[in-house]
């Protein structure tokens, strides 16, 4: 079997064991720091959405779409229209659409998957194993 090369830079990498205490200290500090750093971010980025989400739909065409859908004009926020597109593209054929309906609505387990997959298995095989009709 062929032996990895070594990536560049890699040669200057000291292993965690072979630093001081005080190294090993500094280090889990400043990744403690760092890891604070990017929670808060992703919490403000997180509130910044649910925002969003929240706020009322500013395009009007987009608006009167939703609205022919059966929706008040007056309870649609972008939370509503993004779930509406959502299930746009999954009525289209997109499988990745597909599997977000059905995670957001609880239906994405893979016991689920599984049985669906079954189901469609059997079936394709019933019609592979009918006689043709003459």
Do not use: W
């Not at 190294?23 to 910044?48: D, F, T, W, Y």
């Not at 008040?72 to 779930?83: F, K, Q």
């Not at 609505?105 to 189901?119: C, F, H, N, Q, W």
């Amino acid at each position: 079997m062929a032996e990895k090369k070594p990536r560049p830079g890699e040669k200057n990498l000291i292993p965690i064991n072979e630093r001081t205490v005080e190294e090993q200290r500094l280090m889990r500090h400043n990744g403690g720091k760092a890891s604070g750093v990017a929670r808060r971010k992703k919490k403000q980025l997180r509130q910044i959405m649910l925002d969003l989400l929240a706020k009322d739909v500013m395009d009007t065409k987009q608006l009167r779409k939703v609205a022919n859908m059966g929706y008040d004009e007056d309870e649609i926020d972008n939370a509503t229209l993004l779930v509406v597109c959502l299930f746009k593209r999954a009525c289209l054929g997109d499988v990745s659409a597909i599997k977000e309906v059905r995670n957001l609505i609880g239906e994405d387990t893979s016991a689920d998957v599984m049985r669906k997959l079954d189901e469609i298995l059997l079936g394709v095989e019933a019609q592979t194993n009918d006689p043709p009709d003459s």
